[in-house]
């Protein structure tokens, strides 16, 4: 078993910035990435970010130039770096860690609100 520990959400203002942070309780066997997800009130969960253990990301066309993901050595945090944060930004987010074996361990999730 691997628990996800997400922090740092909260509320915010329109054109500022978060930082979210999420830590594994061990090192993750056969770990493809390690993602950011959100689910927007009346919406489905969406992939946000992406980082590989080699380092490419990836990230949702929304999020482009306003958001960066980043990992520490060992994978077992994440890190979501937000800025200009619009409206749309509001939910909560969600850090997962895809694995080989066909499964992925969820965070419980954070609040993020973006409001004027």
């Known amino acids: 078993q691997v628990q996800l520990v997400e922090s740092g959400g909260g509320l915010v203002q329109i054109g500022g910035s978060l930082r979210l942070s999420c830590a594994a309780s061990?090192?993750?066997?056969?770990?493809?990435?390690m993602e950011w997800h959100r689910q927007a009130p009346g919406k489905q969960r969406e992939l946000v970010a992406r980082?590989?253990?080699?380092?490419?990301?990836y990230y949702a066309d929304s999020v482009k130039d306003r958001f960066a993901i980043s990992t520490n050595r060992a994978n077992t945090a994440v890190h979501l770096q937000m800025s200009s944060l619009k409206p749309e930004d509001t939910g909560v987010y969600y850090c997962?860690?895809?694995?080989?074996?066909?499964?992925?361990?969820w965070g419980q999730g954070t609040q993020v609100t973006v409001s004027s």
């Open positions: 061990r090192i993750i066997n056969g770990l493809i990435a």
């Open positions: 980082i590989r253990p080699g380092g490419h990301t």
């Open positions: 997962a860690t895809p694995t080989t074996y066909g499964s992925a361990w």
